[in-house]
């Protein structure tokens, strides 16, 4: 089992800039697809950005230039770092963690994960 806590969420004015960080506990993340999803109010939960086991990366084209997930193995840690927002990235954001990909080797797909953490809010004010 996994547990993954997101944190540092919050509100921004837009243009500015947060970093999430999603903590995991119970195993070791090194060898995860890890995944930023989210979803606001009324709408469907949507892929933001993953990171393959090595740290190949993939990002929707909507948040693609402006935000950047990494992990750090050593803290057990996977962070988004959201520049340039903008009042439509409003919406909760979750992490997740997947054993293995279908998407032509991207986990972008909620079905793909396997364990999720509860999210942290992020609101946008323009």
């Known amino acids: 089992q996994v547990q993954l806590v997101e944190s540092g969420g919050g509100l921004e004015q837009a243009g500015g800039s947060l970093r999430l960080s999603c903590a995991a506990s119970?195993?070791?993340?090194?060898?995860?697809?890890m995944g930023w999803f989210r979803q606001a109010p009324g709408k469907e939960r949507e892929f933001v950005a993953t990171?393959?086991?090595?740290?190949?990366?993939y990002y929707a084209s909507s948040v693609k230039g402006r935000f950047t997930i990494s992990r750090d193995n050593a803290k057990n840690t996977v962070y988004l770092q959201m520049n340039s927002l903008k009042p439509e990235d409003t919406a909760s954001y979750y992490c997740?963690?997947?054993?293995?990909?279908?998407?032509?080797?991207?986990?972008?797909?909620?079905?793909?994960?396997?364990?999720w953490g509860r999210g942290t809010q992020v609101t946008v004010s323009s």
């Open positions: 997740a963690a997947a054993t293995r990909a279908t998407g032509g080797g991207w986990a972008i797909s909620q079905y793909d994960y396997d364990y």
């Open positions: 119970g195993r070791t993340l090194s060898s995860y697809h």
């Open positions: 990171s393959r086991p090595g740290g190949i990366t």
